[in-house]
Each structure stands twice: as C-alpha cells, then as structure tokens.
C-alpha cells in the first residue's frame, strides 16, 4: 500500500509531533508499506529531498515573517504550493491514501486527496481543532473555548506589539478556527492520541468519526540509540526535567522542589523558556546542584533519560500524550507526574510511576520516591514492560495498516 504521511514539522530538528511522525513512518515501512513524507521546513527554502534514517523526505521550505500580517500571508502561501505538491505525489506515487499528521498539513492536504477521490486521514496530537494556539492555555490556567473575547485576548498575547489591532483580526480568527472544523469533519477517519484528547475535542465538534490510536515509540531504535556514548558527561542518580520551562508546565512546583531540603538528587534540566533564567537564579542562590541544558538532539535526551534516576513531569496543562513520557517509559525511566489530561493513559500510580493530584502530592511523591531504590527498580521495570506492551511502535503498526484498508476498500465501494 502506498502511503503520503504529511507533516508540520520532521526530525531532526523538531518536537514530539515530529519525531512521532518519524517513528510511525518506521514502523509502517516495516510491515510493508511504501511510506512519502512531505512536511513544512521552516529552516529552509524551496524543496529539498532526503533520506532521513530509512524514510524517504521531501520538506518544504516557510519563510516566517515576523508580525501576524506577514505570517497570514505567507501561510497562505506555502499552504497553496503544499496543497498542489500533494497533489503532484499522489498523481506521481499512486498513493491510496494521505494522512496529516498535523494542523497545517492537514489543512493543505485535505483538499488535494478529496479532489483525487483517495482517502484523507487526519492525527490530532494536541487541542488545534478547538484551540487557536493549541494548548487550551489562557493566564496559565485551562481555558474552556475560544469565543471571541477569549481568541481576542490569544491574539494580543501571541502577537506582543499588536494587541490594538485584535478586533479587526477577530473575523480572519472566526474564520480560521471554522476551516480546522470542518477539516476534521470531512476527514474519512480522526485519529485522537489519548481518551482524554478525543473527549474533549468531539464536545466542539462531535459529527467527526474517529478512533483512539496512541504516539508509539520505536524500542529497536532507542535501544541502537542507547548503546552509542552520551554526548554529555553527567554525574549519576539525578532527577530530569524535560521540556519548557514556562508556569504550564509546572515550574512553580519544579521552584518548591529546589527550594526543599529534604529533596536531596541533584537536577537536570533539558530546555528552554520564559521561566528558565529564574529556575537558574534559584539554584545559584540556594547552592542546588542543578545543570542547565538548551535544548539538544533527541538521541542525547534519550541517553540522558537512560542515566537518570527519575523524570519530573509536574505540566499543570492537560498533557494530551506525552512524548517524553513515552520515552522514559522506553529506557525505563520512573516518572512522577501531575495528573493531568492523557497522561493517567501513560502512568498508572504505584505501578510504573506516581501520580500527583495536586501540587503539594506532587512535590510530596517526587520526595519520597527519590530516596526509595526499591520503587525504582520496580518503576523501570514495569516501565519497559509498558512501553513494549502499549506503546511499541512495531505491534501499533498493525493497527494502522487495518485502518487504512478499511477506509481504502470503504472509498473504493460505491455508496
């Protein structure tokens, strides 16, 4: 079967939605499929063609303009000319199907397999179909929609220095978050990452057919991964944190953390954020034994995970499924976590890992776990065991190729 996988964003310079389109590309190309990628290249201009590890790239090169007129305009652009390269390999390839494996190219993609009459598949990995910004995020707490003064009050935030013009951006907003609706609803099938995501998105727009289908991470490879020497040479029994350093993810907890003396691990933080420079001040005036990284390449934070004591996951936004959990799941790495979105899907308290149900359990668990060798030992086995279980890639394709025969031969059967 051939498949056209697009994308917003592919490794090696990317987050998770990249890397788990990456790694499902993988799998699918093991069981037998011939797998394209297309996806967007913000570093880059015109259209490049690689070999990225075994999957057959062509990345797509944006512009970004800085000020929100100039960026309207050029992804009004680069969607076009995405649309008509879709378009040209699915004439090209003969492919029987094309799945989006995000908001952009699902909105470019689209319209390119409906006028050829093949099968449209769409990924949702975070709130971009009920969320202009995608995080369901306002003033640091969740927020329950966007009408008109809540999309306002995004736009000024999002677009520092043009605040004074959100009004009369509001109808072009209306009209974007309406085009991701009806994206979803003409898709021949939505693929939700966690219960919790398709909950909450099928409130907006419940006429959408769809299934739940997690991000799978490859164990072959973070293992081929982990036999290689880390990059960074870092004393034992550490805690990491992983991700962005801003008050969503949790750093008032990772601040009371520091703070506490009865927290003992020295920290490492993998990052970067608004919220950094002061985690940073913190340590230095508290004498916490605490490293700071930017961010680096995905296979270092693997081998960092690998040698880490326990992964601090303390996001107070509702975590649709987490990558970084899915892998410290795959080196066996003991998490604590808030519990909070898709992430219960992942962790089950006191059986791979700790659930927080509030800051002070958190901070409370994250203690005591920290001192407790035994928990440990048994949280990375039964990590390990999760992750080859629930989350390996490998057997995950199997789901994948029935869904997209189902929906090629439903196509091709006249109504």
């Not at 050029?74 to 799945?99: C, G, M, N, Y």
């Not at 099968?119 to 949702?124: C, H, L």
């Not at 005591?368 to 440990?376: G, H, Q, R, T, Y």
């Amino acid at each position: 079967m051939n498949i056209l996988l697009t994308s917003d964003v592919f490794p090696p310079n990317c987050g998770g939605s990249g890397w788990s389109t990456f790694f499902l590309a993988r799998a699918l190309k093991e069981v037998g499929m011939n797998v394209k990628v297309l996806t967007f290249d913000s570093d880059g201009k015109g259209v490049t063609h690689d070999d990225y590890r075994g999957v057959d790239v062509i990345r797509y090169g944006r512009d970004l303009k800085d000020g929100p007129a100039m960026r309207f305009v050029e992804k009004k652009r680069s969607l076009s000319a995405f649309e008509d390269a879709v378009s040209d390999i699915i004439t090209k390839e003969s492919i029987q199907a094309v799945h989006a494996a995000h908001y952009l190219s699902a909105l470019a993609s689209e319209g390119a397999a409906r006028k050829q009459g093949i099968p449209f598949v769409v990924t949702v990995r975070d709130y971009w179909p009920v969320c202009l910004y995608s995080t369901m995020i306002q003033d640091g707490r969740h927020c329950t929609g966007c009408a008109d003064d809540k999309m306002k009050r995004c736009f000024a935030e999002y677009n520092k220095g043009y605040a004074g013009v959100s009004s009369f951006a509001l109808p072009a907003l209306r009209k974007e978050m309406q085009k991701r609706r009806d994206v979803l609803a003409a898709a021949d099938m939505v693929i939700f990452v966690s219960r919790h995501l398709e909950k909450e998105v099928r409130k907006v727009i419940p006429e959408i057919k769809s299934v739940v289908i997690p991000n799978g991470v490859d164990i072959e490879y973070v293992n081929s991964v982990l036999k290689e020497p880390a990059q960074f040479s870092i004393s034992p029994s550490y805690a990491v944190f992983i991700g962005k350093m801003e008050k969503y993810k949790g750093t008032a907890m990772l601040a009371k953390i520091l703070e506490n003396p009865k927290f003992t691990a020295p920290v490492v933080f993998i990052g970067g954020g608004s919220e950094r420079a002061g985690l940073i001040k913190l340590t230095e005036q508290s004498g916490r034994r605490a490293v700071f990284l930017n961010w680096i390449p995905n296979d270092d934070v693997l081998r960092i995970m690998k040698n880490a004591k326990m992964l601090l996951f303390p996001s107070v936004w509702a975590e649709p499924l987490s990558r970084v959990l899915l892998e410290a799941l795959s080196v066996g790495l003991p998490v604590v976590a808030l519990a909070s979105g898709g992430t219960p899907e992942i962790i089950a308290d006191g059986k791979n890992g700790l659930l927080g149900r509030s800051e002070d359990e958190f901070i409370a668990k994250a203690i005591s776990l920290a001192s407790d060798n035994e928990k440990l030992k048994i949280f990375s086995r039964e990590s390990r065991k999760t992750a080859a279980e629930r989350f390996n890639s490998e057997k995950l394709a199997g789901e994948w190729l029935g869904l997209y025969e189902k929906i090629v031969a439903e196509k091709q059967t006249p109504a």
